[in-house]
């Protein structure tokens, strides 16, 4: 930790690059203005952004044209987007305080990019570290929900853990520094800010240097999570091969280390109860599906890495069009031709359909209980069940396979192949040539 001049409070300046650009997440309140103005006078190369939420309507508008008369006032470059967090939140199915969270570090990273910054440097005070220590707490978090808010994440730097709030005020009224006010501080309907008006308060009649106190536990407990993640790590270095680990030694590691050591294979956030289907897996057999993820036992390894698949939810085809499958990780497209292409069926991702003895419009689903059709050539039919054995599909990939559907029943399913009663020949008449795209891996798809 360091500190500069006189009346400056305390900024760990270790994690910013004296040589490379430094972009200042600027929200306009006293944190950000504390850490754009603090940084501006220890003669960093700064460039700031700001992202505009859309959730105050006039008072987000009145936050962007006040950061952007304080860049314009300290000569900072300053990088703005508009985002509509709501529609985020209603789409993704997730609260608007998350959406609002994504959004901003997305597009922070974007700026970063774009202005080639060696940091993102954030403004998160030690209240907002021992506040977020209390909402894990009540949680029920493990030793690493209770290292509180890590100082570097990536290129995102947290300089200001150490200092409080109450410093932050303190220094800019002490300049006569503005800042602007966010209205929904105050509302108890957000869990942070109920702990802020209540846990906090009460805990400060205990000691008043609580946030203090909770950054000096939250370093000691990151020492120990640390070391332990550590351990974690020379195990997997011994028994893991990258996408398999020994199933047996895995099952006899004390709890601290195979839950870490669980969490290292999967890449991922898990839970608890995640961590210990995984570990059930690994002792007895079987596999255990977890966000995005299954583990599955296969000899004497516990093999990670094979996506849980997604039900495919009913699409209208857009014909002509694409139509994209994120949960296949797919685009579909579709056009009326009337050339017999020569290049159909490849690996089952192309279809050509006679116009004519199609029902209705085209959609694509997932598998439904009972599925079954007449193969073209097969003659006879059979349940997609039995063709999704025969071609050696995965069950856990099954839902995610997309069926191709009319009024009448299935034309075809991605993989196995098309409906007989709709195949289309050498001949003349009306087609439809359907055609699926495989993302390219950058599309995450």
Not at 92 to 97: C, D, I, K, Q, R
């Amino acid at each position: 930790m360091s500190t500069t001049s006189a009346g400056a409070t305390r900024m760990d300046t270790e994690l910013l690059p004296r040589d490379g650009l430094v972009l200042c997440a600027l929200s306009g309140g006293a944190d950000s203005v504390y850490l754009l103005t603090r940084l501006a006078e220890l003669g960093y190369d700064l460039a700031a952004a700001h992202l505009n939420h859309g959730l105050r309507g006039a008072e987000s508008d009145r936050d962007e044209a006040f950061v952007r008369a304080l860049c314009g006032q300290l000569g900072v470059r300053l990088v703005c987007e508009r985002a509509d967090v709501a529609a985020l939140a209603a789409r993704e199915h997730m609260g608007v305080e998350d959406a609002a969270r994504r959004a901003r570090y997305a597009f922070l990273e974007r700026a970063a990019d774009t202005l080639g910054a060696d940091v993102i440097a954030t403004a998160h005070t030690a209240d907002d570290n021992a506040e977020t220590v209390l909402l894990h707490l009540a949680r029920g978090a493990g030793l690493r929900g209770l290292c509180g808010i890590p100082p570097r994440r990536g290129r995102v730097v947290r300089p200001m853990l150490d200092v409080t709030r109450a410093e932050v005020e303190a220094y800019l009224r002490g300049r006569g520094a503005a800042w602007v006010e966010d209205s929904t501080n105050a509302s108890d309907s957000y869990a942070r800010n109920r702990v802020r008006h209540g846990a906090v308060p009460a805990l400060e009649t205990v000691n008043p240097d609580f946030a203090a106190a909770v950054g000096r536990m939250t370093d000691l407990v990151r020492r120990d999570e640390d070391f332990l993640t550590d351990l974690a790590r020379r195990f997997l270095a011994e028994h893991a091969d990258g996408r398999s680990v020994d199933a047996a030694a895995l099952a006899d590691q004390p709890w601290p280390v195979a839950s870490r050591a669980v969490r290292l294979m999967a890449g991922r956030e898990l839970s608890e109860s995640h961590v210990r289907a995984v570990l059930d897996a690994a002792a007895k057999g079987g596999a255990a599906d977890v966000p995005g993820l299954r583990a599955a036992r296969a000899g004497d390894r516990l093999v990670f890495g094979v996506a849980q698949s997604a039900l495919l939810p009913e699409r209208t085809l857009a014909v002509p069009g694409r139509t994209d499958l994120p949960e296949a990780g797919l685009t579909v497209t579709a056009e009326k031709v009337t050339d017999y292409p020569s290049v159909v069926h490849n690996s089952y991702n192309i279809f050509v359909f006679q116009c004519e003895n199609i029902y209705g419009s085209i959609t694509v689903t997932g598998r439904r209980p009972g599925d079954s059709f007449r193969p073209a050539g097969r003659g006879c039919t059979k349940k997609l069940k039995q063709l999704f054995l025969e071609r050696g599909v995965p069950v856990w990939e099954r839902d995610s396979v997309p069926v191709l559907r009319d009024e009448k029943g299935i034309l075809a399913v991605y993989g196995i192949g098309a409906a007989e009663r709709v195949c289309a020949g050498p001949g003349g008449g009306e087609r439809i040539k359907i055609e699926f795209l495989r993302h390219a891996p950058d599309e995450g798809g």
